[in-house]
């Protein structure tokens, strides 16, 4: 039972079905990332980084996670400078992430975000529509992890100019 139980949420997050709840989440957050099979752009990146055992770890986390297709958008030779670079590639994928477990509910009540990396997300709702920095929508929203919340975002957002680290 607990099996098909597992297989059904992991069903309801690849097709878009409602999720499983906080408690039933067993996954962390790059193990539920990685399952989901559209953020394997992603999950490399977070390697490249060394940021796999930090998301892995107690958290809690929000993380506002790019897809493939979003990673698909910034030009090939960008991305591949991006991944060569670690400094970098850290201070884009904290940029993703907030402290603490951010409900979509919570989400929608806020101008903005502070991420790990140190700089703001500015957050806008707009006809039901959740959008970061102007650009990135929120396709997806609440996906539990037993250390935190996933939300799918279409675009990859990046830090402001001149403010890097903490």
């Known amino acids: 039972m607990k099996r098909f139980m597992t297989a059904l949420a992991l069903a309801g997050v690849v097709l878009g079905a409602p999720r499983a709840t906080m408690a ?3 996954r962390n957050i ?7 099979g559209q953020f394997t752009t992603l999950a490399k990146a977070l390697g490249a980084a060394g940021l796999v055992e930090t998301l ?11 897809t493939d297709a979003a990673f698909a958008k910034l030009p090939k030779a960008t991305l591949d400078a ?42 806008k709702v707009s006809g039901g529509t959740v959008t970061l920095n102007g650009s990135a929508k929120v396709v997806s929203t609440d996906i539990a992890a037993s250390n935190g919340v996933i939300h799918v975002i279409d675009t990859v957002i990046l830090p402001p100019a001149g403010h890097s680290g903490h």
Do not use: M
Request: glycine share 6%; charged share 20%.
């Open 24 to 26: 039933q989440a067993q």
């Open 30 to 36: 790059v193990e539920t990332a990685v399952a989901a």
């Open 56 to 66: 892995s770890g107690k958290g809690p986390f929000t993380v506002f996670a790019p």
């Open 82 to 123: 991006i991944l060569a670079d670690k400094k970098k590639l850290t201070e884009i994928l904290t940029y993703h992430v907030v402290a603490g477990r951010v409900l979509a509910a919570d989400v929608v009540k806020v101008t903005e975000a502070k991420s790990v990396q140190g700089a703001p997300i500015a957050v």
